[in-house]
């Protein structure tokens, strides 16, 4: 099966820095990469995701990357506001069943 | 608005007790899933269910169980055979038949405590 690892674990940014989140994924067929921010007792919310005919995507401060060869890929935010603070997640999913397989998390802290 | 409603926000067993965690989805998805989240740690897959009155085991599927009567309801329950419930619950839901995956959409999950 497919296993997602993410890192790192904590990561603690100043108000206005650039903050990167990477995970590695196993299975080679997985071709659907979203990324997940959850904030203290709430569920997970998709903030951004790609699929595997795509090498980035952008939305405003967030940006996604993939490389399928190397099988890893990364959350980039630009311009980190205090209110980036929370747990990001990744995850995969291998072909078209709609099932994720989710990297272990990241805690996002910015000081202003 | 369309969204995932989960329902109750905290809940409390006692020893031997089996408890009911309500999911409810407005979004006309077809499937649902049942996840568990520890302290610190990712999501683990608990039961899935891609269609009506159809549902397949996840990760640690051991000492839960769940029906899917309705499209738009997916209640998990944990039972006593559940030795260690304690955990957060996230209920998520997500269209399928497009031809390519679709992103889940997660409810606000129901925080479970021994008493």
């Known amino acids: 099966g497919e296993n997602v690892e993410q890192h790192p674990s904590t990561l603690s940014v100043q108000e206005g820095d650039s903050a990167v989140i990477k995970c590695t994924y196993s299975d080679s067929a997985s071709n659907y990469f979203p990324w997940y921010k959850q904030e203290l007792g709430k569920g997970p919310q998709l903030i951004i995701d790609?699929?595997?005919?795509?090498g980035e995507k952008k939305d405003q401060r967030i940006a996604v990357t993939l490389n399928k060869t190397a099988k890893h890929f990364s959350l980039h935010i630009t311009e980190t506001q205090p209110e980036d603070s929370a747990v990001y997640f990744c995850a995969a999913d291998p072909d078209a069943g709609n099932m994720l397989t989710f990297g272990g998390g990241t805690r996002l802290m910015v000081k202003p | 608005d369309g969204g995932i409603t989960q329902s109750p926000k905290y809940l409390f067993r006692k020893e031997g007790q089996n408890v009911t965690l309500s999911c409810e989805q407005n979004l006309n998805h077809d499937a649902m899933y049942w996840y568990r989240q520890d302290p610190g740690q990712g999501l683990r897959l608990i039961y899935y269910?891609?269609?009506?009155?159809?549902?397949q085991k996840g990760d640690i599927a051991e000492g839960y169980s769940v029906s899917r009567e309705k499209k738009e309801s997916f209640p998990l329950t944990v039972t006593s055979a559940q030795k260690n419930p304690t955990a957060f619950y996230l209920c998520a839901s997500t269209a399928t038949g497009f031809g390519s995956n679709q992103p889940q959409h997660f409810g606000d999950g129901t925080r479970l405590s021994i008493l």
């Open positions: 269910s891609q269609i009506v009155n159809d549902f």
């Open positions: 790609i699929r595997s005919n795509v």
